[in-house]
């Protein structure tokens, strides 16, 4: 299996754009897509990237995904930070055996 | 519009078995992969299980393996996860979330996470 690492936190200013990584270990970022999902506490999960890079109807453009495969990583990047998008934020993918992986979570502060 | 609403959390024993059902509507549920998540106190975000539209295919989380069991009724757009043998560490709130892409196929073929979720059902494993 592999391991999804991303950062424990980040903070950014309203107005910024913040970037969030996701590092794959063990296999090419680009074998399986990546998800990116929101969590607010007391609050389901909610999806703000799919396939990689592909926003679901009512997600802002403001979240955008993409994948590197040099750094093996994937990366959500949030523009035109609004303080509603402080949350914890999970990258997601499967490996080829189509078992789900989460990466440990990225608090967002927006100060 | 997509819902999902789960039920049958409660608290059990250890040991004990638990049947949880997620009754979709808004979409033709035997065309789409569904997976369960789970989420324990103060943690992460945890995978838990996939199964494909038609449900003759289905993945699970190591930790989960030969004690849950997850299967659907397309007639009754029900997802289920049969839990069996449970533990302490198990305590979650658990979530079904449906898979982004429609597939009309039988298994389950370059899943996509989910673009809906539950609202969640929690279990508690305690004595």
């Known amino acids: 299996n592999f391991m999804l690492t991303q950062p424990h936190s980040v903070s950014e200013s309203p107005g910024k754009t913040v970037t969030i990584s996701c590092t794959r270990s063990g296999g090419s970022i680009a074998s399986n897509y990546v998800q990116w999902y929101q969590l607010r506490p007391g609050s389901s999960p909610t999806t703000v990237i799919f396939e990689d890079n592909v926003r679901p109807s009512g997600v802002p453009d403001r979240f955008s995904g993409s994948i590197d495969t040099s750094s093996n990583s994937a990366s959500l990047t949030i523009s035109g930070l609004q303080t509603e998008d402080e949350a914890d934020y999970y990258c997601q993918s499967y490996d080829g055996s189509n078992q789900g992986v989460f990466g440990g979570g990225t608090k967002l502060t927006v100060l | 519009e997509v819902q999902l609403l789960e039920s049958g959390g409660g608290l059990v024993q250890p040991g004990g078995s638990l049947r949880l059902s997620c009754a979709a509507s808004?979409?033709?549920?035997?065309?789409?992969?569904m997976n369960w998540v789970r989420q324990a106190p103060g943690k992460g975000l945890e995978w838990v299980s996939i199964i494909s539209g038609s449900g003759a295919d289905a993945y699970y989380a190591d930790f989960v393996k030969g004690r849950f069991t997850i299967s659907r009724d397309n007639s009754k757009n029900t997802l289920y996860l049969q839990m069996y043998s449970l533990r302490a560490d198990d305590t979650a709130v658990y979530y079904c979330?449906?898979?982004?892409?429609?597939?009309?196929?039988?298994?389950?073929?370059?899943?996509?996470?989910?673009?809906?979720w539950g609202q969640g059902t929690l279990v508690t494993v305690s004595s």
């Open positions: 979330a449906k898979d982004p892409v429609e597939r009309n196929v039988v298994v389950v073929v370059t899943p996509a996470g989910a673009d809906s």
């Open positions: 808004g979409f033709t549920f035997s065309n789409y992969a």
